[in-house]
């Protein structure tokens, strides 16, 4: 006969209907890394990990079979091949591009292994299978948006090097951002380091990375999105997203700051007052409309605009008559072809040829690309893919870092609203797109500043950290920094020089909670039943405050994994474990002269075991996964599956009196410390 403990609905009067709704399906996408190279610390401290965290946590609450989790190496932009010439050139590397990114590519792969990134597809958008899905996706969107009117041929200025006569693609060509207030260290043809898009012809003191010199400008013709068209419709997109309680204040108030009228800021300074107030008004007599703000306490003025075109011309009137300035950030064409050789062919369109896509676009829709993918290798039709993005029961999450929110927050929605029409052309009309729900995380700091590959502080790989700890170690850590709150600096000790010999590794903080006090609760509990109760958990009834705690924690845990606040998780984690051990240390005291008690403790240190396993399996697989494994519960899936959370260890056994768990070896450690510390 089977014993239970009754449900905690029926003996905790703390639990509540008023529980978070999960969606019935998920997709789950990361950031997609340039294959350019392999993975710092930043890819996966600052999106992989907590996205990898999401996909497991959604696993065991919604079910493996309704969750996705996708992404893939970027393999193209400027980045990449700007760096495979500089290479060649050097000579360290010789073969193809694609032998370049198929090398970046696996050791990518190899990185995310190696951290237990349990991601269904890591695809690439330029190699195999993936790459010919991609190119059908890609010339089934720019002819969506095309046919449905929101594409315009639009010949800009684009940078050229007369010496080595060549247009120059986006990393050849470095300046300053002209957004005003940008701190970022460089800005490219287009776009700066930190995100902010601009015409080219903003750029300031703009020189090519090949001859040294300042380009010329040729002119070019290219299809852009008509973005500034979806103003409306994305001030409304962000409103909803305000009044989402699982929205991270980092998107929404990014995305404001796009949403703003075009302006221009220039210094009241660079010249005589009345001259400059003069060329002002010379710009308004030109037939330009805006209103000017001069404000007393700033050192610059204001030129607002009601329109991109209009602000673009008022810049060249300005600029004529040598007044500098800098704009500010707002919605401009939003490019989706260019003329670089290294891209996706983008299809003849009104007779514009011999076009590329530019890898920001398609990279936008390259995870519906990898969806496809993943269901056609299991055997699926890849267009069933509109069963999970055009379907009201699924939700798509996305996982990026803070410089990329124009492009998923902007950019894409605005796309996928445009692909909403009828167009005959474009296999999106099987059903709407769902509007991807950002997960923005600040910036991941190294040493309190912040790191690029291509910028003066050189992160470390990924791969060098596993040198000094566990994934689970850092897994941990990383989810414990609280970047959704705002940038937290990456401080491991065996990296920093200027560390203290008597400070404890910051990065071994949550990792701590695991490989001390998780092991020794565990331990206490298997060797005690080896001890005294042959090896058998006692049956009977969980007290009812380890029951009211354990529903308390669970349910704190749920709302927190809505809100996608994992800082909260492992706080919560560390408070409930690290209380199961002052438990267990204080009432086996009690205990020393009262066998009933101990069976008592047994039993309710196991309930509390087995619910700190299922908290934390999305944290630290491996550790839990070998828990279930020495409680003797083969059905693994059932042991972490929130169906089940509300249940005692006894119902996972075919009979409670009968069961017993593995053999518990001395100085047994479920979650190991990495060999490196062990003589610290």
Not at 242 to 267: A, C, S
Not at 364 to 380: H, M, N, R
Not at 426 to 431: D, F, L, P, Q, R
Not at 613 to 619: E, F, G, I
């Amino acid at each position: 006969m089977r014993v239970t403990t009754a449900t905690y609905k029926e003996k905790v009067i703390c639990l509540t209907d008023n529980r978070p709704v999960f969606p019935k399906r998920a997709i789950i996408t990361a950031g997609m890394p340039y294959g350019n190279k392999e993975l710092h610390f930043g890819h996966i401290g600052g999106v992989f990990v907590h996205a990898d965290f999401f996909a497991r946590f959604l696993r065991d609450r919604i079910g493996k079979e309704n969750v996705i989790f996708v992404s893939g190496t970027d393999c193209y932009g400027s980045p990449i091949s700007e760096n495979y010439r500089k290479l060649c050139e050097d000579g360290e590397f010789s073969g193809s591009i694609e032998d370049f990114i198929t090398q970046n590519h696996e050791k990518q792969k190899k990185a995310l292994d190696d951290y237990l990134i349990d991601i269904n597809l890591f695809a690439a958008s330029g190699l195999g299978r993936a790459a010919d899905i991609h190119a059908e996706m890609s010339e089934e969107v720019i002819k969506g948006l095309h046919d449905n009117g929101f594409l315009t041929k639009i010949t800009t200025s684009q940078f050229y090097d007369p010496e080595f006569n060549v247009l120059l693609n986006g990393r050849q060509v470095t300046g300053q951002c002209p957004i005003e207030g940008c701190q970022s260290d460089r800005g490219y043809a287009d776009e700066c380091s930190l995100g902010h898009q601009y015409m080219p012809s903003d750029l300031l003191n703009p020189k090519s990375t090949l001859s040294g010199k300042k380009p010329e400008m040729r002119e070019v013709a290219n299809w852009y999105f008509n973005l500034e068209d979806f103003l409306p419709k994305l001030q409304e997109w962000v409103d909803k997203l305000e009044q989402d309680d699982n929205i991270r204040p980092l998107l929404t108030q990014t995305l404001r700051e796009f949403l703003r009228p075009p302006v221009i800021y220039i210094k009241k300074d660079q010249m005589e007052f009345d001259r400059l107030m003069s060329v002002i008004d010379g710009v308004k007599a030109k037939g330009f409309s805006f209103e000017t703000e001069i404000p007393e306490n700033k050192p610059s003025l204001t030129l607002s605009f009601n329109s991109l075109k209009e602000r673009e011309g008022a810049a060249g009137v300005l600029s004529a008559a040598g007044v500098r300035f800098r704009t500010g950030k707002t919605l401009v064409p939003f490019r989706i072809t260019g003329d670089t050789e290294w891209g996706v062919s983008a299809p003849v369109i009104d007779g514009l040829e011999n076009q590329t896509f530019w890898v920001w676009p398609e990279s936008l829709w390259a995870p519906i690309s990898f969806t496809k993918t993943y269901l056609e290798q299991t055997g699926k039709d890849f267009e069933s893919y509109t069963d999970w993005w055009c379907d009201s029961d699924c939700e798509i999450y996305q996982f990026i870092g803070q410089d990329n929110i124009y492009f998923y927050g902007l950019a894409e929605p605005a796309m996928f609203m445009a692909l909403q029409g009828k167009s005959p052309s474009s296999k999106t009309k099987n059903g709407q797109l769902k509007m991807p729900v950002p997960v923005a995380n600040n910036h991941i700091l190294f040493l309190d500043k912040k790191a690029s590959s291509s910028g003066k502080v050189k992160p470390p790989m990924a791969a060098e950290l596993l040198d000094y700890y566990t994934p689970e170690q850092l897994r941990a850590h990383f989810l414990g920094l609280g970047l959704g709150i705002k940038s937290v600096s990456f401080r491991p000790k065996p990296f920093n020089p200027n560390a203290p010999e008597s400070e404890a590794d910051p990065a071994l903080k949550e990792g701590n909670v695991l490989t001390n006090v998780f092991n020794r609760v565990a331990r206490s509990c298997f060797y005690t039943i080896q001890q005294y109760c042959d090896g058998q958990i006692p049956v009977g009834e969980v007290g009812a405050d380890v029951l009211k705690e354990a529903g308390e924690t669970i349910l704190a845990y749920e709302m927190y994994a809505y809100k996608h606040e994992f800082y909260a998780i492992m706080n919560l984690l560390d408070v409930y474990i690290r209380n199961i051990n002052k438990q267990w240390s204080r009432r086996m005291k009690e205990a020393e002269a009262d066998p009933s008690l101990r069976e008592q403790i047994l039993i309710d240190s196991f309930h509390m075991l087995r619910v700190a396993a299922v908290l934390t399996h999305p944290v630290a697989p491996l550790g839990t996964e070998l828990t279930c494994e020495y409680f003797g519960i083969k059905d693994k899936t059932a042991f972490f599956s929130w169906d089940n959370i509300f249940k005692t260890v006894y119902d996972f056994m075919d009979d409670p009196k009968t069961h017993k768990p593995l053999f518990l070896e001395p100085k047994f450690d479920f979650f190991e410390k990495h060999s490196s510390q062990l003589f610290i």
